[in-house]
Nanobody, 118 residues
Framework: QVQLVESGGGLVQPGGSLRLSCAAS????????MSWYRQAPGKERELVAG????????SYGDSVKGRFTISRDNAKNTVYLQMNSLKPEDTAVYYC???????????WGQGTQVTVSS
């Protein structure tokens, strides 16, 4: 059974940091590109960051460049999102996404809430 389980969300003050984790199971993790998306209330889901199967290439949305870092540990079947200098506009539900190298399979986690507020 495929599972993507996000953790690490919560309430943080502006300027603070959080580290999200996404633990994967039920598929060959190193055969999948991984991404983080987010969706704020009333807005469309947007791509935050992506990382290729071996971590060679990383990409970021314009709004998080220089503040967020995506990484992965294929030995632990886990992808991370380090979020620094958080802003209230970063408030959203953050989702983990896995796409197979051949783009034939696409999995989503259940999401974790991140709230940035004083």
């Amino acid at each position: 059974q495929v599972q993507l389980v996000e953790s690490g969300g919560g309430l943080v003050q502006p300027g603070g940091s959080l580290r999200l984790s996404c633990a994967a199971s039920g598929f060959t993790f190193s055969s999948y590109h991984m991404s983080w998306y987010r969706q704020a209330p009333g807005k469309e889901r947007e791509l935050v960051a992506g990382i290729t199967r071996y971590g060679v290439t990383r990409s970021y949305g314009d709004s998080v460049k220089g503040r967020f870092t995506i990484s992965r540990d294929n030995a632990k079947n886990t992808v991370y999102l380090q979020m620094n200098s958080l802003k209230p506009e970063d408030t959203a539900v953050y989702y983990c996404n896995a796409v197979s190298v051949a783009s034939t399979r696409n999995y989503w986690g259940q999401g974790t809430q991140v709230t940035v507020s004083s």
